[in-house]
């Protein structure tokens, strides 16, 4: 469904979808997403980042100080990026005096169009 949505909505316009999917790579939902046999897979940014991943690749905290390892549920996808680079990719992990924003920790990507 999401696939078609963003296939409806952008067309072969760029177009960056982000969020929550509660899937690890490995797992059905993402393995859908970003089949590398059809046309209107999605492209985690990571795999397109043109510096190194920073940070832990956790990004499910639980709200407690480490990350929960092997818990990689948040994403930066890229449809059709075309001329599109990403400079960067990263998991934040801040806190503010021992409090968390999220029980995730935010995932960055810097794009150059």
Request: hydrophobic share 40%; proline share 6%.
């Amino acid at each position: 469904m999401l696939l078609q949505k963003v296939k409806e909505i952008a067309g072969t316009n760029p177009a960056i979808i982000t969020g929550d999917f509660n899937a690890v790579p490995s797992d059905e939902p993402i393995t859908v997403l970003v089949e590398a046999n059809n046309p209107d897979k999605l492209i985690d940014t990571e795999g397109l980042s043109l510096s190194p991943h920073f940070g832990p690749y956790s990004t499910f905290n639980g709200f407690t100080v480490m990350e929960q390892e092997g818990r990689h549920i948040d994403y930066i996808f890229v449809k059709n990026p075309g001329k599109w680079k990403v400079l960067k990719h990263a998991t934040l992990t801040n806190t503010w005096a021992g409090r968390f924003a999220s029980d995730h920790h935010a995932v960055l990507a810097v794009f150059k169009f």
